[in-house]
DNA sequence: GGTTATTGTTGCGGTATGAGCAACTCGGGG
DNA sequence: CCCCGAGTTGCTCATACCGCAACAATAACC
């Protein structure tokens, strides 16, 4: 039926592929049944089955009771710590940002778009930390925050209406809601190169960002400066850009990435 | 045909078994090769590169440079949220150990074996929060926390003699790093119910843990309370063991198990 | 309480599909 | 320059996987 994700390609291995997919399902509905992941999957009930029995002898899916529903299993807290230590963007990523943390006395993050989710991979508190909780790896709508604008920007066409699609909720008084303003708002992230957003994401909260670009100017990910309102006036935010823009350049070039 | 080694079982679908197990060698190594990983799968090098390819689509593996080494990639960051959310004891278990963090006024974690390390799955930092990190998520090895020995004190035999087999490394001037003592610190643990762990994980921090029983009277999880040395006496501890008999009590019976 | 509808879990047999082989490309040393 | 190691890719065969259908076990309904 509706094979909404990606569906593999050539060279894929077709039972793997189902398997991620039927993980990522439960990872967006929260839990699921047998039977409404083989329709999801386009599969019969038998072959989706087995499938979850796969995963869950792995750990990565639990069942509630005896014959009850399906939801992701704590296994998958076996590579959470890994994947953030060893992948490449965080590790370079991470000195750099508490530099900067430091440096500007703002709490810094490296974002990445995953899907239609941002994902913030590493962070550093600022001196004053009071104001940001952790974040890490913990999903957050595009269109709230300012890396979310700057990686949303840079994304394909699709991936930006299939968030469009999505509905903008909002979760600030100042969220941009209106499909036509964010969409301006894009516009005008790709001419200037950075993004901000006021206290669209959290009352009091303000923040910029600007891309990070791998190989072919595409944009890989997106480093951002947030705090508190008060100490985040146009001209910080200024020349907050500045040296995001530096650190942006120097993450690319560390990551094998022509500098230019 | 006869799969030796450490696989499955019946009824799993061999490919994605395979698929999860890159993931899990990953997650240990770090980073491996192709080679590598096929030698450990007992697969095809060919084989073993169709696999990380179908992961690497789903961004679960990336590679480094163009014809570099595999290391886990960003994409598993998208289950961990959910995985948290959704995992039955992780939901009830929560809103328990915040009652429970300010009752107590320490940090209170609920931790789960996975494999042969320790996982934190919830956290409620005590009022003075300034002691402990956030710590969920990231693996520990069992013989250096309280809950650890809860945990490897339930656990099958075999698993015991695999954590002993693996080398007890110091991470404190204080760890049980001879497997006698060990045991027979597992021996006590056993009998009295609870374990204590002083400044065995880091100097200056205390812990006490509870086992937290399922279905069958299996240990499933361990509740366990933490703090500075300076606030954790003997009779403090004690009181602590009887708060968290209570709360685990408690949660075993809203996790649908009969209390008794 | 009996009956129906829907759930998830199994043998079984055909075939799509994934495993293995070997040839290939690419890079780094000796 | 040639060799040796890395990872990738056609090709082929049979094996492991999928779909079917019958099965158990709740849940829902009157």
Redesign the interface.
């Known amino acids: 039926m509706s094979n909404s994700g990606?569906d593999?390609?050539s060279?894929?291995?077709q039972?793997?592929?189902r398997?991620?997919e039927i993980?990522?399902l439960?990872?967006?509905t929260?839990?699921s049944g047998i039977t409404e992941i083989a329709a999801h999957l386009g599969v019969h009930k038998s072959t989706a089955s087995?499938?979850v029995?796969?995963?869950q002898?792995?750990?990565?899916v639990?069942q509630?009771?005896e014959r009850g529903r399906f939801?992701?299993?704590?296994?998958?807290?076996?590579?959470?710590?890994?994947?953030?230590?060893?992948?490449?963007?965080?590790r370079v990523g991470t000195p750099l940002c508490e530099a900067l943390a430091e440096k500007l006395g703002e709490s810094v993050h490296i974002a990445?778009l995953?899907?239609t989710?941002v994902?913030n991979?590493c962070e550093a508190r600022g001196p004053s930390a009071i104001s940001t909780q952790?974040w890490t790896?913990?999903?957050t709508p595009p269109h709230t925050s300012s890396s979310g604008k700057v990686l949303l920007a840079a994304a394909p066409r699709e991936r930006q209406e299939l968030v469009l699609s999505r509905g903008l909720e909002a979760c600030a008084p100042r969220t941009i809601t209106d499909p036509h303003r964010l969409r301006e708002e894009l516009e005008r992230v790709r001419k200037d190169g950075y993004a901000v957003a006021i206290e669209e994401f959290e009352p009091g909260l303000h923040g910029v960002a600007v891309p990070v670009r791998g190989k072919g100017d595409d944009v890989i990910a997106a480093i951002s400066a947030s705090g508190p309102s008060y100490r985040m006036k146009r001209t910080q935010m200024r020349d907050m850009v500045a040296e995001l823009r530096i650190a942006a350049q120097d993450l690319s070039a560390r990551l094998?990435y022509a500098r230019r």
């Open positions: 990606s593999g390609g060279g894929v291995v039972s793997v592929d398997a991620i993980l990522e439960l990872a967006r929260g839990e087995r499938l029995y796969t995963l002898k792995r750990e990565l639990e509630h009771g939801t992701l299993g704590l296994g998958v807290l076996r590579f959470t710590g890994a994947a953030s230590n060893q992948s490449e963007i965080v990445v995953d899907g989710d994902i991979v952790e790896g913990r999903p094998g």
